[in-house]
């Protein structure tokens, strides 16, 4: 059964055009992908992106997750398999299940490369412990759980001091090769609301609609609303809600933002003038979707949203740019509704458009979306993506488009 304030909000402000917003579409403002992430915040290994692994003889007493993520990839080097994923948020939930005494998954590989990591961690003694399934009745057991915090906790700071500050000099020309042309045509072709999902923690995307959405003739909305109470901007799923008739520019953030805190229960939204780097563990964003999602309504509620919006019959354009699919959660919810939704026209837009579909959404459905291989940012893109949508509004009955 939908939710109630859901289902009224898709009522009111259902949109012609959903457009989704991955890493990729922020690499032009100097902000990195999650591989090149670790090259930031990991330089003891000397790294680019993880396929820059190298066999290092002195890996003894580093991070354990970076030391579980470098056997996952040694392990898929020596297999020749590109079946055995070096995904951090699936080690992340293996560390947090074991801490918590939760059943491992059923991931040989995964085990595999979690037991090399420990042993590296602590030494060759500890080898016939974790043979023997001993490991965990042993004090390097303490241990082992506030290493797992610890290293959280380390990347929780990381990424605030990497995506959390636009340092990039020439963000305004960026501005205009990017999102400026994107809206601008989105604009053109629809005289509707505008959804925006995401998944970047970092604030450009935000701030740009924050700032732009006038231009467009439309109210930016983000769940965040000025609380005379707290005297903070506070996160409500009713502050999507607005006493207007004017069209609106929504915007949700499935992972959350380096300009969100969480303060008590409630969570906070810092303009980006009140940017700080936050120092506490209960804002790690980098948190595993399956811990988000159950623990957090904000996350909650963003990705049944999610569900229902792509569910939902109205005819409309879905629009991905940059995006990986990498959260599983994201994928599976997207790939359900294509199959289901005659309804969707799903377009995906990456340089490796063709190659990308394939291999994330498998043959069943590559017939069901149309490939867009251009790099946003590059010169024409976004006019050449209107025109790709005015070749399929066809498929639509007015008033929608």
């Known amino acids: 059964m939908v939710n109630p304030p859901i289902k009224n909000f898709i009522d009111r402000y259902s949109a012609d055009v959903i457009l989704f917003i991955g890493a990729g579409a922020s690499v032009n403002f100097g902000f990195p992908l999650m591989n090149n992430f670790f090259s930031n915040y990991f330089p003891n290994f000397g790294l680019n992106t993880l396929k820059d692994l190298e066999f290092k003889p002195n890996l003894k007493g580093n991070d354990i997750i970076l030391l579980c993520m470098y056997y996952l990839y040694e392990n898929q080097i020596i297999e020749r398999s590109e079946n055995i994923k070096t995904d951090l948020e699936e080690v992340l939930q293996l560390m947090i299940d074991i801490r918590e005494n939760i059943n491992k998954p059923d991931n040989p590989n995964l085990l595999k490369a979690l037991n090399l990591a420990i042993i590296a961690k602590y030494g060759e003694n500890v080898k016939n412990d974790i043979e023997n399934n001993n490991f965990f009745k042993t004090d390097l057991w303490k241990n082992f759980s506030k290493e797992i915090d610890k290293s959280i906790e380390k990347l929780t700071l990381g990424l605030y001091k990497i995506y959390g500050k636009i340092e990039n000099e020439n963000i305004e020309i960026k501005l205009k090769e990017s999102y400026f042309p994107l809206f601008d045509i989105i604009s053109e072709l629809t005289r509707g609301n505008i959804m925006v999902f995401t998944t970047n923690y970092d604030p450009v995307l935000d701030i740009f609609l924050k700032n732009n959405s ?174 790709t949508i005015k070749n399929r509004i066809n498929k639509f009955k007015p008033p929608y488009i």
Request: charged content about 25%; proline content about 4%; some cysteine.
């Open 214 to 387: 006038n231009k467009y003739d439309r109210i930016f909305v983000n769940g965040f609303k000025y609380d005379n109470q707290i005297k903070r901007n506070l996160w409500k799923f009713q502050n999507y809600f607005l006493k207007t008739d004017s069209n609106v520019i929504s915007y949700f953030n499935l992972h959350g933002s380096v300009l969100w805190e969480k303060e008590g229960n409630n969570w906070i939204y810092h303009e980006p003038s009140e940017f700080k780097e936050i120092d506490y563990f209960e804002n790690a964003l980098i948190k595993p979707p399956i811990v988000k999602i159950s623990k957090e309504s904000i996350f909650m509620n963003i990705y049944d949203f999610y569900t229902e919006i792509l569910k939902n019959q109205k005819p409309k354009f879905f629009i991905t740019i940059g995006f990986s699919f990498r959260d599983t959660d994201i994928l599976e919810i997207t790939k359900k509704h294509i199959k289901e939704n005659e309804n969707l026209i799903f377009i995906y837009f990456s340089p490796h458009a063709d190659k990308n579909i394939k291999i994330i959404f498998g043959e069943d459905l590559q017939n069901k979306i149309i490939p867009f291989t251009k790099a946003f940012g590059l010169p024409d893109c976004c006019k050449e993506l209107g025109q």
